[in-house]
């Protein structure tokens, strides 16, 4: 159980153009999803919190215009990259946080974005 | 301000040997939870071993433990018996102040197990 699932795993994009990164939680409800951004060789930073229903909340330094973030059920939040840069590029891992678990979270296979 | 540090970049083990890779915390709130993941090269992050700041005895699964020194604030993850498989980079993670929300990891660890 608790599985969480990416798509794309991987994605190429020309710059200028926007890309979309889909997090499922597939065999439980998650009212909180998290994104992170993991450039190479690099940890892991929180990018937002998605909370289903509500708006997201951004780390700072984040550019929320920049990327969307859209929690529309209890099993998907999907990541809108907009205006993709070659700075862009880096591996983006969702994590999805069972309702009522106030401890756990799941995290998702991670999705490798390339912008050329 | 909460801080997970990982002072090791790289380890080097033989199989069959056991390895200790350090963890150090710093967190004002006197509950917490402090996690240990394995990420392999195809970057999935794969949850270890888990240690909550109240609980009485190191945490173990299987050949992965915690040496879990609270008047240290340190939360270091021993793994016995490598195997080439462990070769990966390993991350420790603290739970953020408030229930339910996000983690907090150190720079990580890249363990490297020879035959």
């Known amino acids: 159980g608790a599985v969480v699932s990416q798509h794309p795993s991987w994605v190429i994009c020309k710059s200028g153009t926007s890309v979309k990164i889909e997090c499922r939680s597939l065999d439980f409800q998650a009212t909180t999803m998290f994104w992170y951004r993991q450039f190479p060789k690099q940890s892991l930073m929180l990018m937002a919190t998605s909370n289903e229903g509500s708006k997201a909340t951004y780390e700072q330094g984040v550019e929320k215009d920049k990327f969307l973030i859209n929690h529309a059920s209890l099993t998907l939040s999907t990541l809108t990259v907009t205006s993709a840069h070659p700075e862009d590029s880096s591996f983006y891992i969702c994590?999805?946080?069972?309702?009522?678990?106030?401890?756990?979270?799941?995290f998702g296979p991670g999705t490798r974005l390339t912008v050329t | 301000a909460q801080k997970i540090t990982q002072t090791q970049p790289g380890m080097f083990v033989q199989e069959k040997e056991a390895v200790t890779l350090d963890c150090t915390y710093d967190t004002s709130d006197p509950s917490y939870g402090l996690f240990w993941y394995k990420q392999p090269s195809s970057g999935e992050m794969i949850f270890l071993i888990y240690?909550?700041?109240?609980?009485?005895q190191n945490a173990t699964e299987g050949r992965y433990s915690l040496n879990f020194q609270k008047a240290r604030k340190s939360a270091n993850l021993v793994i016995s018996a490598s195997q080439l498989g462990d070769s990966a980079m390993y991350f420790c993670?603290?739970?953020?102040?408030?229930?339910?929300?996000?983690?907090?990891f150190g720079k990580g660890t890249t363990l490297s197990v020879s035959s």
């Open positions: 993670a603290m739970r953020r102040n408030q229930a339910g929300t996000a983690l907090i």
């Open positions: 994590s999805a946080k069972p309702s009522g678990a106030p401890y756990e979270q799941y």
């Open positions: 240690q909550g700041s109240y609980d009485q």
